[in-house]
Protein backbone atom coordinates (compact mmCIF):
# COMPACT_ATOMS: atom_id res chain seq x y z
CA UNK A 1 0.00 0.00 0.00
CA UNK A 2 0.93 3.36 -0.88
CA UNK A 3 2.29 5.66 2.24
CA UNK A 4 -0.35 8.47 1.87
CA UNK A 5 1.07 12.17 3.34
CA UNK A 6 -0.69 13.97 5.81
CA UNK A 7 -0.65 17.30 4.07
CA UNK A 8 -2.49 20.34 5.66
CA UNK A 9 -3.80 23.77 3.75
CA UNK A 10 -5.05 26.83 4.87
CA UNK A 11 -7.49 27.31 8.13
CA UNK A 12 -10.07 29.41 6.01
CA UNK A 13 -12.04 29.22 2.82
CA UNK A 14 -12.16 32.13 -0.25
CA UNK A 15 -15.80 33.93 -0.12
CA UNK A 16 -14.77 36.85 -2.78
CA UNK A 17 -12.15 36.78 -5.53
CA UNK A 18 -10.18 39.60 -7.61
CA UNK A 19 -9.80 39.41 -11.03
CA UNK A 20 -5.86 39.69 -12.23
CA UNK A 21 -5.07 41.25 -15.81
CA UNK A 22 -2.93 38.69 -17.69
CA UNK A 23 -0.21 40.45 -19.64
CA UNK A 24 2.20 39.72 -22.58
CA UNK A 25 6.04 39.78 -23.33
CA UNK A 26 5.57 43.09 -25.16
CA UNK A 27 3.39 44.75 -22.50
CA UNK A 28 5.86 43.51 -19.48
CA UNK A 29 9.07 45.24 -21.54
CA UNK A 30 6.96 48.42 -22.16
CA UNK A 31 5.93 48.56 -18.50
CA UNK A 32 9.17 47.80 -17.06
CA UNK A 33 10.89 50.68 -19.13
CA UNK A 34 8.28 52.69 -18.54
CA UNK A 35 8.96 52.46 -14.51
CA UNK A 36 12.39 52.68 -15.28
CA UNK A 37 13.15 48.78 -14.11
CA UNK A 38 12.33 49.93 -10.53
CA UNK A 39 9.30 47.42 -9.77
CA UNK A 40 8.03 50.11 -7.07
CA UNK A 41 6.96 52.69 -10.21
CA UNK A 42 5.34 49.95 -12.02
CA UNK A 43 1.56 50.15 -12.25
CA UNK A 44 -0.38 47.39 -9.85
CA UNK A 45 -2.63 46.61 -13.00
CA UNK A 46 0.07 45.25 -15.20
CA UNK A 47 1.08 42.83 -12.45
CA UNK A 48 -0.12 39.31 -11.94
CA UNK A 49 1.66 38.64 -9.01
CA UNK A 50 2.81 41.14 -6.36
CA UNK A 51 4.96 40.49 -4.36
CA UNK A 52 6.53 43.63 -3.59
CA UNK A 53 5.50 43.73 -0.02
CA UNK A 54 3.64 42.22 2.51
CA UNK A 55 2.70 45.16 3.75
CA UNK A 56 -1.07 46.65 3.89
CA UNK A 57 -1.39 43.42 1.07
CA UNK A 58 -2.92 41.35 3.12
CA UNK A 59 -6.87 39.84 2.77
CA UNK A 60 -8.99 41.06 5.63
CA UNK A 61 -11.27 37.96 6.79
CA UNK A 62 -15.03 38.54 6.91
CA UNK A 63 -14.97 39.59 10.75
CA UNK A 64 -12.62 42.24 10.07
CA UNK A 65 -14.95 43.37 6.97
CA UNK A 66 -17.60 43.23 9.38
CA UNK A 67 -16.00 45.19 12.19
CA UNK A 68 -15.52 48.08 9.10
CA UNK A 69 -19.29 48.20 9.49
CA UNK A 70 -18.59 49.26 13.10
CA UNK A 71 -16.63 52.23 12.85
CA UNK A 72 -17.06 54.97 15.35
CA UNK A 73 -16.21 57.98 13.21
CA UNK A 74 -15.91 60.50 16.04
CA UNK A 75 -13.46 62.57 16.39
CA UNK A 76 -12.37 62.10 20.14
CA UNK A 77 -12.87 58.79 22.24
CA UNK A 78 -14.12 56.64 19.59
CA UNK A 79 -15.04 53.19 20.55
CA UNK A 80 -12.73 51.65 18.59
CA UNK A 81 -10.01 53.02 19.86
CA UNK A 82 -10.62 50.96 23.14
CA UNK A 83 -11.39 48.02 21.80
CA UNK A 84 -8.21 48.51 20.46
CA UNK A 85 -6.13 49.36 23.80
CA UNK A 86 -7.58 46.34 25.31
CA UNK A 87 -6.40 43.59 22.66
CA UNK A 88 -3.04 45.74 22.69
CA UNK A 89 -2.91 45.31 26.65
CA UNK A 90 -4.39 41.88 26.27
CA UNK A 91 -2.81 40.63 23.32
CA UNK A 92 0.84 42.03 23.12
CA UNK A 93 1.08 42.83 27.39
CA UNK A 94 2.16 46.64 26.66
CA UNK A 95 0.43 49.41 29.08
CA UNK A 96 -0.35 52.47 27.26
CA UNK A 97 -0.88 52.68 23.56
CA UNK A 98 -0.63 55.53 20.84
CA UNK A 99 -2.52 54.56 17.58
CA UNK A 100 -0.40 56.45 13.83
CA UNK A 101 -0.88 56.29 10.75
CA UNK A 102 1.43 53.12 9.92
CA UNK A 103 4.83 51.83 11.73
CA UNK A 104 7.54 55.10 10.70
CA UNK A 105 4.63 57.39 12.08
CA UNK A 106 5.36 55.84 15.58
CA UNK A 107 8.71 55.52 15.04
CA UNK A 108 9.06 59.37 14.36
CA UNK A 109 7.46 59.96 17.82
CA UNK A 110 9.39 57.88 19.72
CA UNK A 111 12.68 59.12 18.26
CA UNK A 112 12.17 62.32 18.19
CA UNK A 113 11.06 61.54 22.23
CA UNK A 114 14.22 59.57 23.41
CA UNK A 115 16.69 60.30 21.21
CA UNK A 116 19.28 63.58 21.60
CA UNK A 117 22.06 64.62 18.57
CA UNK A 118 25.23 62.71 19.07
CA UNK A 119 23.12 59.12 20.51
CA UNK A 120 23.81 55.57 19.61
CA UNK A 121 20.80 53.21 18.92
CA UNK A 122 22.43 49.63 18.56
CA UNK A 123 20.19 47.57 16.53
CA UNK A 124 19.65 44.06 15.60
CA UNK A 125 20.01 44.87 11.73
CA UNK A 126 18.76 48.44 10.52
CA UNK A 127 15.35 48.62 8.72
CA UNK A 128 14.86 51.72 6.55
CA UNK A 129 12.16 54.10 7.76
CA UNK A 130 13.58 53.04 11.24
CA UNK A 131 16.89 54.06 10.93
CA UNK A 132 15.84 57.03 9.03
CA UNK A 133 13.86 58.25 11.61
CA UNK A 134 16.66 57.66 14.45
CA UNK A 135 18.92 59.49 12.05
CA UNK A 136 16.60 62.87 11.25
CA UNK A 137 16.82 63.17 15.36
CA UNK A 138 20.26 62.95 15.45
CA UNK A 139 20.99 59.38 16.34
CA UNK A 140 23.36 57.02 14.92
CA UNK A 141 22.72 53.57 14.00
CA UNK A 142 24.74 51.01 14.33
CA UNK A 143 23.96 47.22 13.76
CA UNK A 144 25.14 44.84 16.15
CA UNK A 145 23.39 41.91 14.89
CA UNK A 146 24.86 38.34 14.82
CA UNK A 147 27.77 37.99 11.77
CA UNK A 148 25.77 34.89 11.12
CA UNK A 149 22.99 37.70 9.67
CA UNK A 150 24.73 38.22 7.30
CA UNK A 151 25.92 35.33 5.55
CA UNK A 152 23.70 33.96 3.16
CA UNK A 153 24.91 30.50 3.58
CA UNK A 154 24.59 30.21 7.50
CA UNK A 155 21.56 27.76 8.65
CA UNK A 156 21.98 29.01 12.44
CA UNK A 157 17.89 29.11 13.13
CA UNK A 158 18.15 32.27 15.03
CA UNK A 159 19.95 34.82 12.26
CA UNK A 160 17.88 37.83 14.22
CA UNK A 161 19.79 37.20 17.47
CA UNK A 162 21.93 40.14 18.96
CA UNK A 163 25.83 39.79 19.15
CA UNK A 164 26.21 40.80 22.82
CA UNK A 165 29.80 41.50 22.78
CA UNK A 166 28.98 43.86 19.91
CA UNK A 167 26.42 45.80 22.55
CA UNK A 168 29.12 45.24 25.39
CA UNK A 169 31.80 47.22 23.24
CA UNK A 170 29.57 49.97 22.30
CA UNK A 171 28.42 50.41 25.66
CA UNK A 172 31.98 50.43 26.95
CA UNK A 173 33.32 53.22 23.92
CA UNK A 174 30.53 55.53 23.91
CA UNK A 175 28.86 55.11 27.57
CA UNK A 176 25.71 53.93 28.55
CA UNK A 177 24.12 57.47 28.99
CA UNK A 178 24.84 58.02 25.56
CA UNK A 179 22.45 54.99 23.95
CA UNK A 180 18.48 55.22 24.92
CA UNK A 181 17.53 51.94 24.14
CA UNK A 182 18.62 48.85 21.95
CA UNK A 183 16.07 48.72 18.70
CA UNK A 184 15.08 45.22 18.68
CA UNK A 185 13.45 43.54 16.09
CA UNK A 186 11.31 40.56 16.27
CA UNK A 187 11.76 38.92 12.24
CA UNK A 188 14.50 41.11 10.98
CA UNK A 189 12.69 42.25 7.74
CA UNK A 190 16.47 42.85 5.95
CA UNK A 191 18.12 39.76 7.15
CA UNK A 192 15.08 37.59 5.15
CA UNK A 193 12.72 37.79 8.41
CA UNK A 194 15.08 35.89 10.17
CA UNK A 195 13.85 35.09 13.98
CA UNK A 196 15.72 36.52 17.18
CA UNK A 197 15.79 33.18 19.71
CA UNK A 198 13.83 33.94 23.34
CA UNK A 199 17.52 32.93 24.85
CA UNK A 200 18.83 35.78 23.39
CA UNK A 201 16.55 37.94 24.15
CA UNK A 202 16.22 37.82 27.55
CA UNK A 203 20.04 37.83 27.84
CA UNK A 204 19.77 41.03 25.79
CA UNK A 205 17.02 41.88 28.41
CA UNK A 206 19.63 40.87 31.30
CA UNK A 207 22.89 42.96 29.97
CA UNK A 208 20.54 46.30 29.31
CA UNK A 209 19.37 46.12 32.69
CA UNK A 210 22.51 45.92 34.32
CA UNK A 211 22.98 49.68 32.29
CA UNK A 212 19.72 51.38 32.55
CA UNK A 213 19.19 51.04 28.77
CA UNK A 214 15.74 50.04 27.21
CA UNK A 215 14.61 47.74 24.92
CA UNK A 216 12.17 49.32 22.31
CA UNK A 217 10.84 46.15 19.94
CA UNK A 218 10.26 46.38 16.15
CA UNK A 219 7.28 44.54 16.63
CA UNK A 220 6.03 44.58 12.73
CA UNK A 221 6.36 40.53 12.21
CA UNK A 222 6.23 39.44 16.34
CA UNK A 223 3.79 36.60 15.46
CA UNK A 224 5.99 35.22 12.87
CA UNK A 225 9.34 34.99 15.20
CA UNK A 226 7.12 33.42 17.34
CA UNK A 227 5.98 30.59 15.75
CA UNK A 228 9.82 30.03 14.74
CA UNK A 229 10.40 30.15 18.73
CA UNK A 230 7.68 27.47 19.18
CA UNK A 231 9.34 25.11 16.28
CA UNK A 232 12.93 25.82 16.86
CA UNK A 233 13.51 26.73 20.33
CA UNK A 234 13.97 23.85 23.47
CA UNK A 235 10.86 24.50 26.05
CA UNK A 236 8.63 26.41 23.71
CA UNK A 237 7.12 23.30 21.76
CA UNK A 238 3.69 23.04 23.91
CA UNK A 239 3.24 27.03 24.42
CA UNK A 240 0.85 28.81 21.92
CA UNK A 241 1.95 31.92 19.57
CA UNK A 242 -0.51 33.82 22.08
CA UNK A 243 1.83 32.95 24.82
CA UNK A 244 5.22 33.64 23.28
CA UNK A 245 4.48 36.83 21.99
CA UNK A 246 3.62 37.90 25.36
CA UNK A 247 6.13 36.70 26.55
CA UNK A 248 8.41 38.74 24.03
CA UNK A 249 7.08 41.66 24.42
CA UNK A 250 7.60 41.39 28.87
CA UNK A 251 11.37 41.71 27.94
CA UNK A 252 10.58 45.07 26.54
CA UNK A 253 9.97 48.54 27.55
CA UNK A 254 7.87 49.52 23.75
CA UNK A 255 7.35 48.98 20.81
CA UNK A 256 6.52 50.41 17.35
CA UNK A 257 4.26 48.81 15.32
CA UNK A 258 3.32 48.67 11.34
CA UNK A 259 -0.19 46.76 11.51
CA UNK A 260 0.34 46.30 7.46
CA UNK A 261 2.00 43.31 8.18
CA UNK A 262 1.36 40.90 11.16
CA UNK A 263 -1.79 42.38 12.03
CA UNK A 264 -3.76 41.64 8.96
CA UNK A 265 -5.05 45.21 8.11
CA UNK A 266 -4.14 47.64 5.21
CA UNK A 267 -3.65 50.47 6.66
CA UNK A 268 -2.30 51.12 10.37
CA UNK A 269 0.51 51.55 13.27
CA UNK A 270 0.53 52.14 16.82
CA UNK A 271 3.62 53.14 20.11
CA UNK A 272 2.51 50.98 22.56
CA UNK A 273 4.62 52.13 25.85
CA UNK A 274 4.94 50.54 29.09
CA UNK A 275 6.09 54.03 30.83
CA UNK A 276 3.81 56.76 31.43
CA UNK A 277 6.19 59.81 31.02
CA UNK A 278 6.86 58.53 27.29
CA UNK A 279 3.28 57.85 26.76
CA UNK A 280 2.56 61.38 28.16
CA UNK A 281 4.86 62.76 25.95
CA UNK A 282 3.99 61.30 22.75
CA UNK A 283 0.37 61.16 23.32
CA UNK A 284 1.39 65.11 22.96
CA UNK A 285 3.50 64.73 19.83
CA UNK A 286 1.01 62.62 18.29
CA UNK A 287 -1.30 65.36 18.30
CA UNK A 288 1.23 66.85 16.10
CA UNK A 289 1.74 64.93 13.02
CA UNK A 290 -0.58 62.06 13.51
CA UNK A 291 -3.97 63.42 14.72
CA UNK A 292 -5.59 63.12 18.28
CA UNK A 293 -3.81 60.14 20.47
CA UNK A 294 -7.46 58.52 20.12
CA UNK A 295 -7.18 57.94 15.84
CA UNK A 296 -3.73 58.91 15.23
CA UNK A 297 -4.51 59.28 11.44
CA UNK A 298 -6.72 56.33 11.21
CA UNK A 299 -10.63 56.27 10.94
CA UNK A 300 -12.56 54.26 13.58
CA UNK A 301 -13.19 51.37 11.04
CA UNK A 302 -9.08 51.09 10.89
CA UNK A 303 -9.11 50.89 14.39
CA UNK A 304 -11.81 48.04 14.23
CA UNK A 305 -10.31 45.79 11.79
CA UNK A 306 -7.09 46.57 13.50
CA UNK A 307 -8.17 45.18 16.42
CA UNK A 308 -9.55 41.95 15.53
CA UNK A 309 -6.63 41.11 12.86
CA UNK A 310 -4.07 41.30 15.55
CA UNK A 311 -6.47 38.75 17.33
CA UNK A 312 -6.36 36.52 14.15
CA UNK A 313 -2.58 37.03 13.68
CA UNK A 314 -1.59 34.95 17.19
CA UNK A 315 -3.77 32.33 15.88
CA UNK A 316 -1.73 28.95 15.94
CA UNK A 317 -3.45 26.94 13.00
CA UNK A 318 -3.10 31.21 11.46
CA UNK A 319 0.62 31.08 11.37
CA UNK A 320 1.53 27.65 10.74
CA UNK A 321 -0.44 28.36 7.23
CA UNK A 322 1.22 31.55 6.80
CA UNK A 323 4.72 30.54 7.31
CA UNK A 324 3.81 27.10 5.92
CA UNK A 325 3.04 28.60 2.53
CA UNK A 326 6.40 30.40 2.72
CA UNK A 327 8.26 27.58 2.74
CA UNK A 328 6.35 25.76 -0.04
CA UNK A 329 7.75 28.57 -2.44
CA UNK A 330 11.23 28.45 -0.60
CA UNK A 331 11.66 24.55 -1.67
CA UNK A 332 10.34 24.97 -4.97
CA UNK A 333 13.40 27.46 -5.64
CA UNK A 334 15.25 25.06 -3.97
CA UNK A 335 14.22 22.55 -6.79
CA UNK A 336 15.31 24.79 -9.62
CA UNK A 337 18.81 25.75 -7.85
CA UNK A 338 17.97 29.20 -7.07
CA UNK A 339 20.04 30.33 -4.46
CA UNK A 340 18.03 31.48 -1.10
CA UNK A 341 18.64 32.99 2.00
CA UNK A 342 18.88 30.07 4.43
CA UNK A 343 16.76 28.85 6.45
CA UNK A 344 13.78 30.57 4.95
CA UNK A 345 12.12 33.34 6.98
CA UNK A 346 8.61 34.20 7.74
CA UNK A 347 7.36 36.49 5.25
CA UNK A 348 9.02 35.60 2.68
CA UNK A 349 12.13 34.53 0.07
CA UNK A 350 15.36 36.18 -0.45
CA UNK A 351 16.83 35.71 -3.47
CA UNK A 352 20.41 36.02 -2.78
CA UNK A 353 21.57 38.43 -6.06
CA UNK A 354 25.30 38.22 -5.76
CA UNK A 355 25.30 34.60 -6.31
CA UNK A 356 22.47 34.65 -8.60
CA UNK A 357 24.12 36.99 -11.11
CA UNK A 358 27.89 36.75 -9.83
CA UNK A 359 29.17 39.00 -12.87
CA UNK A 360 27.39 41.64 -12.17
CA UNK A 361 29.29 44.52 -9.53
CA UNK A 362 27.01 45.80 -6.83
CA UNK A 363 27.98 49.26 -8.62
CA UNK A 364 25.86 47.79 -11.22
CA UNK A 365 22.53 46.57 -8.99
CA UNK A 366 22.51 42.85 -9.32
CA UNK A 367 19.48 42.70 -7.27
CA UNK A 368 17.21 45.62 -8.78
CA UNK A 369 18.30 43.98 -12.06
CA UNK A 370 17.23 40.02 -11.09
CA UNK A 371 13.98 41.52 -9.91
CA UNK A 372 12.95 43.26 -13.15
CA UNK A 373 13.97 40.39 -15.03
CA UNK A 374 11.65 38.27 -12.64
CA UNK A 375 8.97 40.42 -13.99
CA UNK A 376 9.90 40.72 -17.23
CA UNK A 377 9.28 36.52 -17.33
CA UNK A 378 6.46 36.08 -15.88
CA UNK A 379 4.85 39.61 -14.16
CA UNK A 380 5.86 38.66 -10.84
CA UNK A 381 6.35 42.05 -9.14
CA UNK A 382 9.52 41.73 -6.24
CA UNK A 383 11.77 43.85 -4.75
CA UNK A 384 15.68 44.93 -4.52
CA UNK A 385 17.08 44.75 -1.08
CA UNK A 386 20.71 45.29 -1.47
CA UNK A 387 22.70 48.52 -2.40
CA UNK A 388 19.76 51.02 -3.85
CA UNK A 389 17.73 49.71 -0.39
CA UNK A 390 20.91 50.76 1.90
CA UNK A 391 21.00 53.93 0.37
CA UNK A 392 23.85 56.54 1.32
CA UNK A 393 25.41 57.43 4.71
CA UNK A 394 25.61 60.90 5.66
CA UNK A 395 28.18 61.75 4.38
CA UNK A 396 27.36 60.40 0.88
CA UNK A 397 29.00 57.82 0.09
CA UNK A 398 27.25 54.35 -0.62
CA UNK A 399 26.55 51.74 1.84
CA UNK A 400 27.31 48.07 0.60
CA UNK A 401 25.59 46.05 2.50
CA UNK A 402 26.69 42.50 2.40
CA UNK A 403 23.57 41.51 1.59
CA UNK A 404 22.16 41.92 -1.86
CA UNK A 405 18.63 40.27 -1.76
CA UNK A 406 15.73 40.18 -4.29
CA UNK A 407 12.87 39.58 -1.88
CA UNK A 408 9.41 37.45 -2.82
CA UNK A 409 7.60 38.67 -0.15
CA UNK A 410 3.92 36.66 0.25
CA UNK A 411 0.97 38.96 1.20
CA UNK A 412 -1.12 37.06 4.18
CA UNK A 413 -3.98 34.77 2.95
CA UNK A 414 -3.93 36.27 -0.74
CA UNK A 415 -2.73 33.80 -2.78
CA UNK A 416 -2.61 29.97 -3.80
CA UNK A 417 -0.43 27.32 -3.69
CA UNK A 418 -0.23 26.97 -7.71
CA UNK A 419 0.72 31.08 -7.36
CA UNK A 420 3.73 30.01 -5.50
CA UNK A 421 4.29 26.92 -8.34
CA UNK A 422 4.20 29.93 -10.96
CA UNK A 423 6.64 31.84 -8.77
CA UNK A 424 8.92 29.14 -8.27
CA UNK A 425 9.36 28.56 -12.20
CA UNK A 426 10.32 32.01 -13.09
CA UNK A 427 12.53 32.39 -10.89
CA UNK A 428 14.13 28.90 -12.08
CA UNK A 429 13.66 30.27 -15.88
CA UNK A 430 15.28 33.38 -15.11
CA UNK A 431 18.01 31.36 -13.39
CA UNK A 432 18.83 29.23 -16.41
CA UNK A 433 19.60 32.55 -18.56
CA UNK A 434 21.52 34.11 -16.16
CA UNK A 435 24.71 34.49 -17.85
CA UNK A 436 23.24 36.53 -20.31
CA UNK A 437 21.72 39.09 -18.07
CA UNK A 438 23.36 42.22 -17.81
CA UNK A 439 23.51 44.85 -15.14
CA UNK A 440 22.13 48.46 -15.02
CA UNK A 441 23.22 51.82 -14.13
CA UNK A 442 20.84 54.68 -12.15
CA UNK A 443 19.96 57.85 -13.78
CA UNK A 444 17.51 59.33 -11.02
CA UNK A 445 18.09 59.28 -7.61
CA UNK A 446 15.93 61.02 -5.00
CA UNK A 447 17.65 62.08 -2.25
CA UNK A 448 15.52 60.26 0.90
CA UNK A 449 14.94 56.46 0.47
CA UNK A 450 16.11 56.07 -2.51
CA UNK A 451 14.64 52.61 -3.69
CA UNK A 452 11.24 53.89 -3.97
CA UNK A 453 11.80 56.20 -6.81
CA UNK A 454 14.84 55.75 -8.55
CA UNK A 455 15.50 55.06 -11.98
CA UNK A 456 18.14 52.81 -13.91
CA UNK A 457 19.00 51.98 -17.27
CA UNK A 458 20.39 48.50 -19.00
CA UNK A 459 23.67 48.25 -19.41
CA UNK A 460 24.40 47.25 -23.41
C1 LIG B 1 7.18 48.06 7.37
C2 LIG B 1 8.12 48.15 8.49
C3 LIG B 1 8.27 49.33 9.22
C4 LIG B 1 7.60 50.63 8.84
O1 LIG B 1 6.24 50.55 8.88
P1 LIG B 1 5.26 51.31 7.86
O2 LIG B 1 3.92 50.88 8.29
O3 LIG B 1 5.61 50.90 6.47
O4 LIG B 1 5.48 52.79 8.06
C5 LIG B 1 9.13 49.30 10.29
N1 LIG B 1 9.83 48.20 10.63
C6 LIG B 1 9.72 47.06 9.94
C7 LIG B 1 10.51 45.88 10.35
C8 LIG B 1 8.88 46.99 8.84
O5 LIG B 1 8.80 45.86 8.14
Do not use: C
Request: glycine share 8%; charged share 25%; proline share 3%.
Amino acid sequence: MKNIKQSWAEPYKIKMVELLKMTTPAQRKKAMQDAGYNTFLLKSEDVYIDLLTDSGTSAMSDRQWAGMMLGDEAYAGSRNFYHLEQVVQDVYGYKYLIPTHQGRGAENILSKILIKKGDIIPGNMYFTTTRLHQELAGGKFEDIIIDEAHDSESEFPFKGNVDLDKLERLIKKHGAAKIPYVSMATSVNMAGGQPISMKNLKALRAMTKKHGIRVIHDMTRVAENAYFIQQREKGYENKTIKEIVHEINSYTDGATMSAKKDALVNIGGFLAVNDWDIFEEARNMVVVYEGLHTYGGLAGRDMEAMAIGIGESVSDEHIKARVGQVIYLGEKMLEYDVPIVKPIGGHGIFVDAKKFLPHIPQDNYPAQTLAAEIYLDSGVRTMERGVVSAGRKANGENYYPKLELVRFTIPRRVYTQAHMDVIAESAGRVYQRRAKIKGMKMVYEPKYLRFFQAQFEKLK
